[in-house]
């Protein structure tokens, strides 16, 4: 089932989200909503908070950046579900890349971050998993793991360019955005 996707201004997006329980009802139902959901969305990640949920978990696949001969290495097959994600050993090396984001449609930020990280989460089956990932497969990984702890693009972006910003957020927050997919605005209106 395609579940609409939260809007930036939504306070489930600010919020540190909970753990989640191994016997959580019905885990591989909402998983797959999060999946049908991410795709028609044509995201390469989606995170439960995203979905009204404060859980720690996040679905992605980056594996359309890894397609052709300038692809990243690291995303070929890069496709995840990480449940309860502890980031460690960030990389003091960083870079920066415009990232969007599937809940701030229109908005594309450049976000500075550790080029490699390590991760240990649960998979769907409940296994215990630890990887190192580089490049765009980290940058992913980061980006969906922020919003398990209540940040988004513009909490990277610098105060001077946050305020250029703000007009367009607040749009967003209201509806007033042209999106293809569906979406929960949290002071709009209509309903
Ligand atoms: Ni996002």
Same mark, same amino acid.
């Given at each position: 089932?395609?579940?609409?996707?939260?809007?930036?201004? /939504?306070p489930?997006?600010?919020? /540190?989200?909970?753990?989640?329980?191994?016997?959580?009802?019905?885990?591989? =139902?909402?998983?797959?909503?999060?999946?049908?959901?991410?795709?028609?969305?044509? =995201?390469?990640?989606?995170?439960?908070?995203?979905?009204?949920?404060?859980?720690?978990?996040?679905?992605? /696949?980056?594996?359309?950046?890894?397609?052709?001969?300038n692809?990243?290495?690291?995303?070929?097959?890069?496709?995840?579900?990480?449940?309860?994600?502890?980031?460690?050993?960030?990389?003091?090396?960083? /870079?920066?890349m415009?990232e969007?984001?599937l809940?701030?449609?229109?908005?594309?930020?450049?976000?500075?971050?550790?080029?490699?990280?390590?991760?240990?989460?649960?998979?769907?089956?409940?296994?215990?998993?630890?990887?190192?990932?580089?490049?765009l497969?980290a940058?992913?990984?980061?980006?969906?793991?922020?919003?398990?702890?209540?940040?988004?693009?513009?909490?990277?972006?610098?105060?001077?360019?946050?305020?250029?910003?703000? =007009?367009?957020?607040?749009?967003? =927050?209201?509806?007033?955005?042209?999106?293809?997919?569906?979406?929960k605005?949290?002071?709009?209106?209509?309903?």
């Amino acid at each position: 089932m395609i579940r609409p996707i939260v809007a930036y201004g /939504d306070p489930v997006l600010k919020k /540190d989200a909970e753990e989640v329980a191994e016997d959580h009802p019905d885990l591989s =139902g909402l998983l797959e909503d999060m999946w049908e959901t991410m795709y028609e969305a044509d =995201g390469v990640g989606l995170a439960a908070p995203q979905i009204g949920l404060s859980l720690r978990l996040f679905v992605a /696949d980056g594996s359309p950046f890894g397609e052709g001969e300038n692809g990243d290495p690291g995303c070929v097959g890069f496709k995840r579900v990480m449940i309860n994600p502890v980031l460690f050993d960030l990389s003091e090396e960083v /870079d920066s890349m415009e990232e969007g984001c599937l809940s701030i449609p229109g908005v594309r930020e450049p976000v500075v971050r550790p080029v490699r990280i390590g991760v240990e989460y649960y998979d769907a089956e409940w296994n215990l998993v630890e990887e190192h990932l580089e490049g765009l497969a980290a940058r992913i990984v980061q980006h969906e793991n922020d919003h398990l702890d209540g940040k988004m693009i513009p909490d990277h972006v610098p105060a001077t360019k946050r305020l250029l910003l703000h =007009g367009k957020l607040r749009d967003i =927050g209201l509806g007033k955005v042209p999106v293809d997919y569906k979406m929960k605005f949290p002071k709009s209106r209509r309903r």
